[in-house]
């Protein structure tokens, strides 16, 4: 794992990874709730919003948009360099 686990919402610990994912964990078990894989290492440490959704960036210049729950791809935009730094959450 490389990101910080920033992120604990609704039981889960979300970290991102060097091999290229995205992990949410039970964070009363430590079990495997999900694994988003993406095309790059994954510096930045994903923010969970209060919309359901999981955004993180990763090497392969893409910022991603993931159901907090499942893990399943909602949105994905390419930046056009790596994204290492952690998202911001806006809610207005």
Same mark, same amino acid.
């Given at each position: 794992?490389? @990101?910080?686990?920033? @992120?604990?919402?609704? =039981?889960?610990?979300? %970290? ?13 078990? +430590? ?7 993406? =095309? ?5 440490? $994903?923010? %969970? ?24 791809? %909602?949105?994905?935009?390419?930046? +056009?360099?790596?994204?290492? @730094?952690? $998202? ?5």
């Amino acid at each position: 794992m490389f @990101s910080s686990p920033s @992120s604990v919402v609704n =039981g889960l610990i979300y %970290v991102g990874s060097y091999d290229h994912a995205i992990y949410a964990f039970q964070a009363n078990t +430590g079990a495997l709730a999900w694994k988003y894989a993406t =095309g790059g290492m994954v510096h930045s440490s $994903p923010r %969970v919003a209060s919309n359901g959704l999981v955004y993180v960036g990763s090497d392969d210049h893409s910022l991603y948009a993931l159901n907090a729950s499942t893990g399943a791809l %909602v949105w994905r935009f390419l930046t +056009g360099n790596a994204v290492e @730094s952690t $998202p911001t959450v806006a809610v207005v």
